[in-house]
């Protein structure tokens, strides 16, 4: 069995309080991901507990119009140690369907102002039939350290 997990991981000149606020508020994921495909969120307000989902405005030229949204459900929420949600659709019934990808990032301190940050995705639980249709992951190996360097650039503090 294919490793269903990549991961990245650096040192973030920042407190891990600092990092974790960015992570828990989806107007900051836009500009974390780097991708183009996260845009705006279209609940405003933070993350703050396990179970709570917010919903994101999407974008890939791969979709008719290239827009959609996401309802993500948090599955992890310890601060300022860890965060993870896992992304789903609505079906228009107000329930969305998970579908059972996971991003989450584990942060330890390494310093009085520096963390370590991991940023995983984990797609164990995907059924066949969507990664038939979707392909996982489905970005290229060096999106998360992406990622995790333009998290960097949004809470560095200076070392003195």
Do not use: C
Request: glycine residues 8%; proline residues 11%.
């Amino acid at each position: 069995m294919a490793d269903e997990t990549v991961s990245a991981t650096t040192i973030i000149y920042a407190p891990a309080e600092v990092i974790f606020a960015v992570l828990s508020d989806p107007a900051k994921h836009a500009a974390i991901d780097g991708t183009g495909w996260v845009r705006e969120p279209l609940d405003s307000k933070p993350l703050t507990t396990a179970g709570q989902v917010f919903r994101m405005a999407m974008y890939h030229p791969s979709r008719p119009d290239g827009n959609y949204q996401m309802a993500n459900r948090v599955q992890v929420f310890d601060p300022p140690r860890a965060i993870s949600w896992e992304p789903g659709q609505d079906t228009g019934d107000g329930n969305p369907r998970f579908g059972g990808w996971i991003w989450r990032y584990d942060l330890t301190p390494a310093g009085p102002s520096e963390t370590e940050i991991t940023l995983s995705y984990d797609w164990s639980a995907v059924p066949d039939f969507l990664r038939q249709r979707i392909g996982f992951p489905p970005f290229p190996p060096d999106h998360l350290g992406n990622s995790l360097a333009h998290l960097a650039e949004m809470v560095r503090v200076i070392p003195s």
